[in-house]
């Protein structure tokens, strides 16, 4: 039975620690693989370092501080964030309304009552449709589509402000003095 090739960290513990795996000795890919990776090791190691820039803990430090403001003014953006979306749940609940109450006032739902006679509908198809187009509240519904779909929008930004919040807390509370 011939055993498994050697994984990617089994590769790079061979290359780099110098572990010795018996299936490396029957199998040329994997010690193809090896010599690959030594020969990545090595030139990697003869690279010239370059020197850390003296600015590197200022920015370090400045770019900390611009994702703590960050954090903050997403944090005091809760309330508006809140008092949006519940504003546009209002708005759809008022639209969906809106449109169930124009669909009976153009007696959309009228046509309804003509699927039980299925003879009607046969006989008179296009005219059936053409009815049926023209009382439809087509405003109404796109308006409460959009508004519904904007609810969605707003929800998933609340959450994702609300999850920041848990996620990412006050630094000060996370500070070591």
């Known amino acids: 039975m011939q055993e498994p090739h050697l994984s990617a960290i089994e590769i790079e513990q061979s290359a780099e620690e110098g572990a010795t795996f018996s299936h490396v000795a ?5 010690q193809h693989r090896v010599a690959r990776a030594k020969k990545l ?13 003296n600015d590197l803990a200022p920015r370090i430090i400045a770019a900390s501080e611009l994702m703590t403001r960050w954090r903050s003014a997403r944090r005091a953006s809760i309330p508006e964030m809140t008092a949006a979306t519940a504003f546009t749940v209002l708005v759809a ?14 007696g959309t739902l009228d046509f309804f009552d003509l699927l039980a006679s299925p003879e009607l509908i046969t006989a008179y198809f296009s005219d059936y449709l053409l009815a049926l187009f023209e009382t439809l509240p087509l405003v109404e519904f796109a308006l409460a589509s959009l508004a519904v779909m904007s609810v969605i929008v707003f929800a998933r930004q609340w959450i994702e402000l609300v999850e920041s919040r848990i996620s990412f807390p006050a630094r000060s509370a996370t500070r070591r003095n």
């Open 41 to 53: 090791i090595t030139a990697l190691r003869d690279q010239p370092r370059a020197d850390t820039p």
């Open 26 to 30: 029957t199998c040329a890919p994997c």
């Open 93 to 106: 609940i008022a639209l969906v309304w809106n449109f169930f109450g124009a669909l009976e006032q153009n």
